[in-house]
């Protein structure tokens, strides 16, 4: 039954997306859309390198954003867009950045160290519960591929810092300090909803924190 909800959310999925392609396809077509604005800005309108190329990077990345994946129809879905594919490197995702933050826990200064702690143990729970329930990866698909590898790398940032800073610099410190905190409140709503299957709920707490990484 899974497998037939999964075939028909693909097809859904995919009468939905502006373009449904295969991954190399979708780079391939971006890669030269995004050469084509380079040449143009470079050659065309005399714009210096500095500014073209990320211009092109930027345009690269839009075109990709337009097109949706098209997994293989050899792959096996799970449920709606969410194939067995998807969930692996979901849940590797999230067991790495687990890992992250647990190393990073083991030097950290007191003041972040229980939080740290919090936010790895949270991150595997979240792994775990789409291992049995992936429909949840449709909802938390922004914060595994946009802001988790930015919140993990937030707080090694902090983690290293702190060993380097004087005392001068402490109150900075404190105030980093402190919205590193507000990421395990926000990473815990968004386990709640997944142990409560509120999808809700869970796309509003998921934008929340992207929004609270973003600052």
């Not at 959310?9 to 373009?19: L, V, W």
């Not at 003041?111 to 790895?120: C, R």
């Amino acid at each position: 039954m899974m497998a037939a909800e999964g075939a028909r959310g693909r097809r859904e999925q995919e009468a939905k997306a502006i373009i449904a392609l295969p991954d190399p396809v979708r780079h391939a077509l971006s890669g030269v859309v995004a050469s084509a604005a380079f040449l143009a800005l470079f050659f065309g309108l005399a714009i210096e390198p500095a500014l073209s190329a990320p211009a092109a990077l930027i345009v690269y990345i839009a075109v990709f954003l337009m097109t949706t994946r098209r997994p293989p129809s050899t792959e096996r879905m799970l449920a709606d867009d969410v194939s067995e594919a998807d969930l692996r490197a979901a849940v590797a995702a999230l067991e790495a950045a687990s890992e992250r933050l647990a190393r990073a826990e083991e030097r950290a200064p007191r003041s972040v160290k229980e939080v740290l702690a919090e936010m790895s143990a949270r991150l595997r729970r979240i792994a775990e519960h789409h291992v049995t329930d992936p429909r949840d990866l449709r909802h938390t698909r922004r914060l595994i591929r946009h802001d988790l590898v930015r919140m993990v790398e937030t707080c090694e940032g902090f983690v290293d810092l702190a060993h380097r800073a004087g005392g001068a610099d402490r109150e900075r410190l404190n105030g980093i300090a402190e919205r590193i905190r507000t990421f395990s409140p926000a990473l815990a709503k968004i386990e709640q909803a997944c142990l409560d299957n509120d999808f809700m709920r869970l796309e509003v707490e998921t934008e929340v924190l992207s929004e609270q990484i973003g600052r």
